[in-house]
């Protein structure tokens, strides 16, 4: 199916929290060697017991399994790394832990694919729903928001964006650009953008390029919101030029709505502001294209 590839993408994902028991499952994973990789999180286990961090390991061995598609791994793997989890945080808040949110976000994303992958989509969008209550107000919902977007947003009506009028773009097709000034592969994707833009733009696609407020600027030092606002102007200038001067509201619902919690990540409207393709990650050319000679018939 065609969410198959999208959902492996986002959920391989790279997370980035300094050299670790974590990097080391994840380049393994990366290279399939989830041998290796089950051997090194056992080996943690037995030395340091059920740790945040075998946990956040152990979720990677999920997303592993779930790429070579042997489901049942990835469901114990997947189910594994909650239980470790769930009994470490208790009463605390999830988001004080540097691990928990990366192995309770992952295990939640692989037990809905698995649903998804086994032809389950409408039990996979209940669960994804009921963990978005449980994890509200937390670092995980716009995770969860992704992968519903992934399996249910579309063929439905586009989320209506805070600083943007999409109903005043109707008739025309719209491409939505979610990226962020710390996103290497936002920068990376605006050749891709540029030429759609050229071969399409005639004929009436309309970009829009939603970012959003991250507290810090360059070097990731900490930022006051008008002193980031002002070095993500400077960004845009330095590395989008050739996308000309599009609409980029800033606001973080719009992250939300969309559940765009991977940069960048590219959603589709038609002409009647219905969504035709959604991305999370860098696409080609080549597919973008394709998708937009689509909604352009």
């Not at 499952?25 to 943690?44: G, M, P």
């Not at 061995?61 to 769930?86: C, F, K, P, V």
Request: hydrophobic share 45%; aromatic share 8%.
């Amino acid at each position: 199916m065609r969410f198959a590839a999208a959902i492996l993408a986002a959920v391989l994902a790279p997370v980035c929290l300094g050299a670790s028991l974590v990097d080391d499952v994840h380049r393994l994973v990366d290279h399939h060697d989830l041998t290796e990789a089950d051997r090194e999180v056992r080996a943690a286990r037995a030395r340091e017991g059920a740790t945040a961090e075998v946990a956040a390991a152990l979720s990677w061995l999920a997303r592993g399994a779930l790429a070579t598609h042997d489901l049942n791994r990835a469901d114990a793997y997947s189910s594994e790394t909650l239980q470790i989890s769930l009994r470490l945080l208790g009463m605390r808040r999830i988001d004080n832990d540097p691990w928990l949110p990366t192995a309770v976000g992952a295990a939640i994303e692989v037990h809905a694919n698995l649903l998804a992958a086994r032809g389950e989509i409408p039990e996979a969008l209940d669960y994804l729903r009921q963990q978005l209550k449980t994890w509200h107000g937390t670092s995980l919902e716009e995770r969860i928001s992704k992968n519903i977007n992934l399996l249910g947003l579309e063929g439905k009506p586009a989320p209506p964006l805070e600083g943007a009028s999409l109903a005043a773009l109707r008739g025309r097709p719209v491409l939505l650009f979610f990226w962020a000034h710390w996103c290497p592969d936002c920068k990376a994707d605006v050749p891709v953008i540029a030429a759609i833009q050229k071969r399409f733009g005639p004929q009436g696609l309309t970009l829009v390029g939603p970012t959003r407020l991250y507290g810090y600027a360059a070097g990731g030092d900490p930022a006051s919101p008008e002193a980031e606002k002002r070095y993500i102007e400077q960004v845009r200038r330095q590395y989008y030029g050739p996308l000309g001067a599009f609409a980029a509201p800033l606001s973080e619902a719009n992250f939300q709505a969309y559940g765009a919690s991977t940069t960048p990540t590219l959603v589709l409207l038609d002409r009647a502001g219905i969504v035709r393709f959604y991305h999370p990650g860098a696409v080609t050319e080549a597919e973008l294209s394709a998708r937009v000679q689509a909604v352009l018939r």
